[in-house]
């Protein structure tokens, strides 16, 4: 049998047709794809800007540096997420911090936010930037954190490569209603895919206009936006030291036919993780628990094994799931346990409930073309796992 991998893209004969249309037109990069690739983000998001790049990981970045972060600043993201969230603020020259997790959602504990941030200030040490991270498409309380960012005055950027499609109090992650930046991935195993690719939504014109900027060298040929007169019709001024974050007008146009079937990858989402749902109940397997208010685009379906009460090690269960063809994984190892990370003062014990959580996860397959008796093929498989 053919082995369920954990993750993969979903993509149609419409989206080869929007490729090979790419191809075949005039522009192969920065032509009439990416802003129609972006209002279809802005709309769907319901946020008035959106800012297309070649990764999440240059969006996080470039949103570091839209909101002013640089040397001696410091970015606090939650210790359960991928190694991005965190490396954005190096990227700038800045420090990182981490904040542990709620043991039941799996994402940013915003008590121990808010405990940190009173002893930070305290310090005078209180971040520029904090970054919550809507794990495994799952939204964070962002109301308390709003509160925060005004209580404290830091800038909030949301790492919402899991989560295009969740929703929080009644709108869509993406609509910026309690941050400055959202960013998205498109990473073939998120949501959408366009290969590599993410943006970066705002409501803030003014950030929107750097991280274009920002994406494109640092050069301009808006007028309002130089020193001096202009030269001409061939004229540009590099006004700041930007990067070539460019997405390509191929890629675009996967992710703007890509967005035509949002609603249906995100219903079949959720339509698995209730069957996953369903078939736990009452078992020993720990599945994430539910913020009020919220709606998650389930990008991961992570289950916890405690070995005290299985019987079983979380790695036997891995290697067992792995020989019955069910490509499991792992999300995340604490980005605080990394050597990069630890040669900069982080040790283990530090964010301990983010340990307890990495030392117990499994992600079992969770994609939008999952079929229902593959999926059965994993929920048994997982039963045929424990002792
Ligand atoms: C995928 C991912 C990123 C980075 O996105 P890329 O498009 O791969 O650069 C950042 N943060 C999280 C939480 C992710 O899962």
Sequence with gaps: MRPVPYARQAISDD?????????????????????????????????????????????LHIACLALGLGPGDRLWTSANTFVASANCARYCGADVDFVDIDPGTFNLNTAALADKLAHAEREGRLPKIVVPVHFGGQPCDMA???????????????????????????????????????????HPVKII????????????????????????????????????????????????????????????????SQMYRIDEFVSRRRELAGRYDAAFAGSPIGVAARLDGAVSAWHLYVIQLEEARLGRSRKAVFEALRSS???????????????YYQRLGFAPGDFPAAERYYERAISLPMYAGLSDSEQERVISAVKHALP
């Design 15 to 59: 989206d080869i047709a929007a490729v090979a249309d790419a191809l075949r037109s005039d522009w192969l990069t920065q032509g009439p794809a990416i802003p129609r690739f972006e209002s279809a983000l802005a709309k769907y998001c319901g946020a008035p800007h959106a800012v297309a790049v070649n990764s999440g990981t240059s969006a």
């Design 144 to 186: 308390e954190i709003a509160r925060l960012a005004h209580r404290y005055g830091f800038a909030v950027i949301e790492d919402a490569s899991h989560a295009l499609g969740a929703e929080y109090g009644g709108a869509k992650i993406g609509s910026c209603d309690h941050s400055d930046v959202t960013v998205l991935s498109f």
């Design 193 to 256: 895919t366009t290969g590599e690719g993410g943006a970066a939504l705002t409501r803030r014109a003014d950030l929107a206009k750097r991280m274009q900027l920002l994406r494109s060298h640092g050069t301009t040929r808006d007028e309002s936006q130089m020193e001096g007169p202009s030269d001409g019709p061939w004229y540009y001024q590099q006004i700041t030291l930007g990067w070539n974050y460019r997405m390509t007008d191929i890629q675009a146009a996967l992710g703007a």
């Design 325 to 339: 063809g069910i490509q499991v994984n792992v999300h995340y190892i604490p980005v605080h346990l990394q050597p």
